[in-house]
């Protein structure tokens, strides 16, 4: 995000290094850290976890390439929806497994119980949900998220739940972990989150896994052995972050919503572009194949779009190839509103040269 740290959380970081926080500490994490992320998960999610439950990892990204390395073997195939955030497919190919892309419904951004069942195998072993989604934003609502729970249950699938943008929802949208829907899909799930989204502290690499204990024993033995323990003087933060006031998150979320409301009501005002307004994150994932089929200057796809934005508009924006949905461009609207604006309109006179 462009906001700061909150300054509460910054000045915890600033304390720890004069308190002597600056050597080893549990591979997993500092006991607080995980006690209070394991009172959140209780109080926002209605997940129960013992704080041995917790391991806190350098960075989401980091907690998903240990629960991959842990759970994942050779030819194991794991489940990616469309669209999925680009390292998903990339982390499971270096573990050694196979990604199977699961399209959405048409017209959606999520996909259904019908979608997953087609795509599940003999070799299926691992869902992995994002919701609020990067890039789409996306949000599942309980009951999609008990019907997929049905098929994974129904074929003893693991879940990967990344829910780093679970702060960040709009409007009607409502955030539900699929690890609270029953005792079978809680003793199946690995929850992901961090801090990088919700306190606008992407530099200081603190997320964590919630798991059950013996997957994420296995994740602790793993990161034992590769990192250990994630920065001291970050998990203080980190920790002032989970336990201290909360206006700087609602402040964030608000001034988000309002820079959504915008880019939504402008990217509907342009001609042919299609917009499933976003429910989460930071995000919008508008589809312009019918610009790019019209266009006259050679533009075929959407890599080639954004390279055309970039040159002509000086405006940056991730092909939808990136993500698997060819066609869309990822415009993120976590920059400030005159930027947005201006953006917004530079998009808008490109395609028209284009």
Same mark, same amino acid.
């Given at each position: 995000? *462009?906001?700061? $740290?909150?300054?509460?959380?910054?000045?915890?970081?600033?304390?720890?290094?004069?308190?002597?926080?600056?050597?080893?500490?549990?591979?997993?994490?500092?006991?607080? +850290?995980? /006690?209070?992320?394991?009172?959140?998960?209780?109080?926002?999610?209605?997940?129960?976890?013992?704080?041995?439950?917790?391991?806190?990892?350098?960075?989401?990204?980091?907690?998903?390439?240990?629960?991959?390395?842990?759970?994942?073997?050779?030819?194991?195939?794991?489940?990616?929806?469309?669209p999925y955030w680009v390292t998903f497919p990339e982390l499971v190919r270096l573990v050694g497994g196979e990604p199977v892309?699961?399209?959405?419904?048409?017209?959606? @951004?999520?996909?259904?119980?019908? *979608?997953?069942?087609?795509?599940?195998?003999?070799?299926?072993?691992?869902?992995?949900?994002?919701?609020?989604?990067?890039?789409?934003?996306?949000?599942?609502?309980?009951?999609?998220?008990?019907?997929?729970?049905?098929?994974?249950?129904?074929?003893? +699938?693991?879940?990967?739940?990344?829910?780093?943008?679970?702060?960040?929802?709009?409007?009607?949208?409502?955030?539900?972990?699929? /690890?609270?829907?029953?005792?079978?899909?809680?003793?199946? $799930?690995?929850?992901?989150?961090?801090?990088?989204? $919700?306190?606008? @502290?992407?530099?200081?690499?603190?997320?964590?896994?919630?798991?059950?204990?013996?997957?994420?024993?296995?994740?602790?033995?793993?990161?034992?052995?590769?990192?250990?323990?994630?920065?001291?003087?970050?998990?203080?933060?980190?920790?002032?972050?989970? $336990?201290?006031?909360?206006?700087?998150?609602?402040? @964030?979320?608000?001034?988000?919503?309002?820079?959504?409301?915008?880019?939504?009501?402008?990217?509907?005002?342009?001609?042919?572009?299609?917009?499933?307004?976003?429910?989460?994150?930071?995000?919008?994932?508008? *589809?312009?194949?019918?610009?790019?089929?019209?266009?006259?200057?050679?533009?075929?796809?959407?890599?080639? +779009?954004?390279?055309?934005?970039?040159?002509?508009?000086?405006?940056?924006?991730?092909?939808?190839s990136a993500f698997g949905m060819e066609g869309h461009l990822r415009l993120s609207y976590a920059i400030g509103d005159q930027?947005?604006?201006?953006?917004?309109?530079? +998009?808008?006179?490109?395609?028209?040269?284009?």
């Amino acid at each position: 995000p *462009d906001f700061d $740290t909150p300054e509460d959380v910054r000045e915890a970081g600033v304390q720890a290094i004069r308190d002597g926080h600056t050597r080893y500490t549990a591979v997993g994490g500092v006991p607080e +850290l995980r /006690a209070a992320i394991a009172e959140n998960l209780k109080r926002e999610n209605g997940l129960t976890y013992k704080p041995g439950q917790i391991v806190v990892s350098n960075g989401a990204k980091h907690a998903i390439w240990n629960a991959f390395l842990t759970l994942v073997e050779p030819g194991d195939e794991v489940l990616c929806p469309v669209p999925y955030w680009v390292t998903f497919p990339e982390l499971v190919r270096l573990v050694g497994g196979e990604p199977v892309f699961v399209p959405p419904k048409k017209g959606s @951004m999520k996909i259904g119980p019908e *979608d997953l069942e087609r795509a599940v195998t003999k070799r299926s072993k691992l869902l992995v949900l994002n919701s609020p989604n990067n890039p789409s934003g996306a949000v599942y609502t309980r009951e999609e998220l008990a019907a997929i729970g049905e098929v994974v249950s129904r074929h003893t +699938l693991y879940v990967l739940s990344d829910e780093i943008y679970e702060q960040l929802v709009f409007g009607g949208a409502r955030h539900v972990s699929i /690890a609270s829907l029953s005792p079978e899909l809680f003793d199946r $799930t690995i929850v992901i989150g961090g801090v990088s989204k $919700t306190w606008a @502290m992407t530099g200081w690499r603190i997320g964590f896994a919630a798991a059950p204990a013996d997957l994420a024993e296995g994740i602790e033995r793993l990161q034992g052995q590769s990192t250990s323990n994630p920065a001291a003087v970050s998990q203080y933060a980190a920790l002032r972050a989970f $336990t201290g006031p909360r206006e700087s998150v609602r402040s @964030m979320r608000e001034c988000f919503a309002r820079r959504r409301e915008f880019i939504v009501r402008r990217l509907s005002g342009m001609r042919g572009i299609t917009l499933v307004p976003p429910e989460g994150a930071f995000y919008a994932f508008p *589809d312009l194949r019918e610009r790019i089929g019209a266009a006259r200057n050679g533009v075929t796809d959407s890599a080639g +779009l954004s390279d055309f934005l970039i040159d002509e508009a000086k405006i940056v924006c991730v092909p939808g190839s990136a993500f698997g949905m060819e066609g869309h461009l990822r415009l993120s609207y976590a920059i400030g509103d005159q930027d947005i604006e201006e953006g917004l309109n530079r +998009l808008e006179a490109a395609l028209d040269r284009m």
